[in-house]
């Protein structure tokens, strides 16, 4: 299949890969049960994680700080979280964060993939599919894979 020339890098989704030593149970609980999700990835403004719940959480960008908002699509335990991304404070639109967690022998894969970043915000350097990818392996390697493995 020939590759198109003219479609923007950031039309592709990011996907960032790691294993952790743990079984895929234990990884499911700590990126979906907020009170987990606090002490490793942000703090999340709710109690608990279902389907059609939406999260929000603060971050920030050198100076600059950005509410996301996160409506939960799917939860398949233990293997499936799937939600929205979006910067309501900036635009109306947003994108689709997978994760996918998979067992392998005593460690669990967890892949994530981030679609869509193109419909969010694309006039903000700090939102390019490099800092997102940036992003999301720190996310999975400095903090859940650290967190778990302790």
Not at 4 to 23: A, E, F, G, M
Request: hydrophobic share 40%; proline share 5%.
């Amino acid at each position: 299949m020939e590759e198109k020339k003219n479609i923007p890098q950031d039309i592709h989704p990011i996907q960032v890969v790691t294993k952790i030593r743990s079984t895929r149970e234990r990884v499911w609980e700590t990126i979906t049960t907020p009170q987990l999700m606090r002490q490793w990835f942000a703090d999340v403004d709710n109690e608990t994680m279902m389907d059609g719940e939406t999260f929000r959480f603060l971050e920030m960008f050198g100076n600059l700080q950005m509410v996301h908002e996160c409506l939960i699509l799917e939860m398949v335990k233990p293997s499936l979280f799937r939600h929205t991304w979006a910067y309501p404070e900036l635009s109306q639109a947003s994108s689709t964060v997978n994760w996918d967690l998979e067992s392998d022998g005593d460690l669990t894969e967890v892949i994530i993939t981030h679609e869509g970043i193109h419909h969010i915000t694309p006039d903000i350097p700090e939102l390019t599919p490099q800092r997102l990818i940036g992003f999301w392996d720190s996310a999975l390697n400095n903090y859940l894979k650290k967190f778990i493995e302790r």
